[in-house]
């Protein structure tokens, strides 16, 4: 058996795959409110095919509850935020979770922490735990998820795996566990290799996103069109220039590096000056916003609407949104509160003035800025026509602005 801990945007698709390929799977988390939904048979959040993977799953006979069970493994999928004033990882949902666990497993299980961490957290923040209650004979492993929101069920499958454990032993044992439903490569190694290759991972593109940004910065400033630019440029072929756009969002490619900065201070350079130029993207689409209202006689902020909530398209996924660090920097200037704001996808009301009508929303504004780039805005594009149109995806072709 095999308990998953923690139900959100990793764990649930895990536990339900595990469960979908015959494994007989509990998954646990502390809130009430989820579980119970789950146990209603509603989903938390909305994903491509998860509908069906669920049904399969509960045909199959998983359970969900808030406390945890006796089991053979443990996989822990919980948030990992990081401290904003350290930059290092905050590890306390882990520490948390795992010592529920040592609690109540039996001998010999093996917890398998599921959670981005950075290299050696499981050394300074977890081996500990282990030696303080007594239960060395646990079997430690970090098997981190790759994963993304919109793609999530095609990626468990097929997307390669990384197993880190303290001994080859161990790493099988993970390893078929895993292979249940894994059709990519899984690769073994060691532990803090593996906390270290998912945060490299997500680095990586981070500073290489970074690079469109502050291009994109620069060609604003002398009047050029950075897409042509960045076109022509990967035409050579050893270049590979990402698009920029308004930030970065998720919990992943925007939290990640900071990991790094906080436990490398004397160290890191490019990846901490990578994040500040994301960071600071939102402030530059602010600016770019305001020159445009002022080009077009738009005084008042109230006729300008937000086109996306979300940090990418076509999920509800809003954490670390893009569009929600642009609603911070307006109300710091003291000029939030009126904007419209609006996206398919975002059911409840997060934030003020926002509409769950996309024609409600056009009628009551002169200027859109596209902030997700969403497949209703890509299909209906003349619906954009007569607004003055800050285009940060690069989606709607001519006639609009462009960062």
């Not at 939904?37 to 993977?53: R, V």
């Not at 161990?170 to 895993?178: I, N, P, S």
């Not at 901490?272 to 993207?281: K, Q």
Request: with cysteine; proline share 4%; aromatic share 6%.
């Amino acid at each position: 058996m095999v308990n998953v801990k923690g139900l959100g945007y990793i764990g649930l698709p895990t536990a339900l795959m595990l469960a979908a390929h015959g494994v007989q799977v509990v998954g646990t988390d502390q809130s009430e409110a989820l579980v119970d939904s789950l146990n209603k048979g509603e989903l938390t959040f909305e994903e491509k095919g998860l509908d069906a993977l669920f049904h399969q799953a509960l045909d199959a006979g998983i359970r969900f509850q808030t406390g945890d069970v006796e089991a053979d493994a443990y996989i822990i999928a919980v948030p990992t935020p990081y401290d904003h004033r350290t930059k290092k990882t905050d590890a306390r949902y882990v520490v948390a979770a795992v010592s529920e666990v040592l609690d109540i497993c039996p001998k010999g299980a093996v917890v398998v922490v599921e959670s981005t961490i950075s290299p050696s957290t499981i050394d300074r923040n977890v081996r500990p735990l282990l030696k303080e209650k007594g239960r060395e004979d646990v079997k430690l492993a970090h098997a981190p998820e790759r994963i993304i929101p919109g793609n999530m069920l095609y990626e468990l499958e097929h997307n390669s795996r990384t197993i880190g454990a303290d001994s080859p032993e161990v790493a099988e044992q993970v390893k078929a566990l895993y292979s249940s439903f894994c059709q990519g490569e899984i690769v073994l190694t060691d532990i803090r290799t593996a906390e270290m290759t998912k945060v490299v991972e997500n680095t990586y593109r981070d500073v290489n996103i970074a690079f469109a940004n502050e291009l994109a910065k620069i060609c604003r400033a002398d009047g050029m069109d950075v897409y042509e630019v960045i076109r022509i440029a990967n035409k050579h072929p050893r270049v590979n220039i990402l698009t920029p756009g308004p930030g970065v969002g998720g919990h992943c490619i925007s939290v990640d590096p900071w990991f790094l900065v906080g436990d490398y201070p004397d160290i890191v350079d490019v990846i901490r000056s990578a994040r500040r130029v994301n960071d600071g993207m939102p402030e530059f689409v602010l600016k770019r916003m305001g020159a445009i209202m002022k080009e077009n006689g738009i005084t008042d902020v109230g006729r300008v609407g937000l086109y996306g909530l979300t940090y990418k398209e076509n999920v509800d996924d809003t954490r670390e949104s893009p569009t929600l660090q642009l609603l911070h920097n307006m109300d710091e200037h003291l000029a939030g509160g009126r904007i419209k704001v609006y996206d398919p996808y975002v059911k409840k009301d997060i934030v003020p003035n926002q509409y769950h009508d996309f024609d409600a929303f056009l009628n009551d504004v002169d200027m859109v800025v596209v902030l997700v780039g969403h497949d209703e805005i890509r299909n209906g594009l003349d619906k954009l026509k007569g607004k003055v149109v800050l285009d940060t995806r690069n989606i709607c072709g001519e006639g609009v602005y462009k960062l």
